[in-house]
């Protein structure tokens, strides 16, 4: 069993950056793949980023609204994962979760509770 905490949200104002971090229990080598989702108001939550490792390689997919300002990153080491924001945006607002994924699964095994991501105009 792996449990993930998010840190690092709260109000920033258009334009400008924030860190995300995802700590892990446990050992995040057993999750090949991670990912950050996001949930705005009144939206379904879905996938922004993912980093998934392949040998000693880490592959990483964004969705579209956040290609080029956003970066997903992990430290198998520390058992971190990470999502450098930038160039903000109101619509970035959201709650945003990390999730993690075994080999042999095709759906996210666990998830954060989210950490809310409040973006100023």
């Known amino acids: 069993q792996v449990h993930l905490v998010e840190s690092g949200g709260g109000l920033v104002q258009s334009g400008g950056s924030l860190r995300l971090s995802c700590a892990a229990s446990g050992t995040i080598q057993s999750l090949p793949t991670m990912a950050w989702y996001r949930q705005a108001p009144g939206k379904q939550r879905g996938s922004i980023a993912t980093i998934t490792t392949v040998g000693s390689r880490n592959y990483v997919n964004y969705a579209d609204p956040v290609k080029g300002r956003f970066t997903i990153s992990r430290d198998n080491a520390k058992n971190m994962v990470y999502l450098e924001m930038n160039s903000l945006k109101p619509e970035d607002t959201a709650v945003y979760y990390c999730?993690?994924?075994?080999?042999?699964?095709?759906?996210?095994?666990?998830w954060g509770k989210g950490t809310l991501v409040t973006v100023s105009s």
């Open positions: 999730a993690g994924r075994r080999r042999d699964s095709s759906a996210m095994d666990y």
